[in-house]
């Protein structure tokens, strides 16, 4: 599937709908250049599970969880770490069977340990459409 967005508002918008189908046990693993719109895909994701408290990128924190939706959100940002190695020392693993949904930016740092069932979201500029433009693609 391909999502053409022209603003913040359109990615926020259809990280809400992605959120409002998620079901348990999902795993997202979000790619895309540095401000690509990764956090604001995952802000609309959240809303859409029914999270109102503030999300933001747990760059240093590596993970972030909410609990207020209808579903567990376990926001990861694997930026900063050494590899798939890191995650595991600190029991990261052990979320994507939690029975939330596991969203993660930077994912591809990890590729080894992420879940086959993994859903793959792409996020790419394309300045010749704009400086807000966004071509979201998920595929599964």
Do not use: N
């Not at 972030?64 to 926001?75: C, K, P, V």
């Amino acid at each position: 599937m391909i999502q053409e967005s022209y603003s913040a508002q359109d990615t926020f918008a259809f990280g809400k709908k992605l959120g409002e189908t998620a079901v348990p046990g999902d795993v997202f693993c979000l790619s895309g250049d540095l401000g690509t719109g990764k956090t604001v895909l995952t802000k609309g994701f959240a809303f859409g599970l029914g999270i109102e408290e503030p999300v933001s990128s747990p760059t240093f924190t590596i993970l972030q969880i909410y609990e207020e939706g209808r579903l567990a959100l376990y926001h990861f940002d694997v930026y900063r770490m050494s590899g798939s190695d890191e995650l595991l020392g600190i029991g990261g693993d052990e979320y994507f069977d939690k029975g939330g949904v596991c969203l993660i930016e930077w994912a591809e740092l990890i590729e080894d340990i992420i879940p086959k069932r993994s859903k793959r979201i792409l996020i790419e500029k394309d300045l010749t459409k704009g400086l807000d433009y966004r071509r979201i693609t998920v595929t599964e």
